[in-house]
Each structure stands twice: as C-alpha cells, then as structure tokens.
C-alpha cells in the first residue's frame, strides 16, 4: 500500500476581511475536485 502523493498551494486572498468571506472562499474551495483541505486565515489573508 502507498501513500497518494500531495502538494499545498497557497493563495493569497485580497479583500478577504470578515468570517463570512471566509467561510464562503473556504466551502467553494473543498468543492473543487482533488481538494483534501482548506485552511483560510483572514488575518494573513491566506488560504491552503
């Protein structure tokens, strides 16, 4: 048995300034096809 090889891309999301806009980056976000997790930080505006 292997292990599935993955890679973390980070995006920098600019105007991302409250929770709602983070909750709505991160939902569409798992919706993308191969997207294991996602982690949003409005403080860096980063997302993983």
Known sequence: MS???TD???YHVTGMDCS???AKIEG???K???V?????SIASQIMT
């Open 3 to 5: 292990a599935a090889a």
């Open 32 to 34: 993308v096809e191969g």
């Open 20 to 22: 709602s806009c983070a």
């Open 36 to 40: 294991n997790d996602v982690k949003v």
């Open 28 to 30: 569409a976000a798992r």
């Open 8 to 10: 973390t891309i980070r």
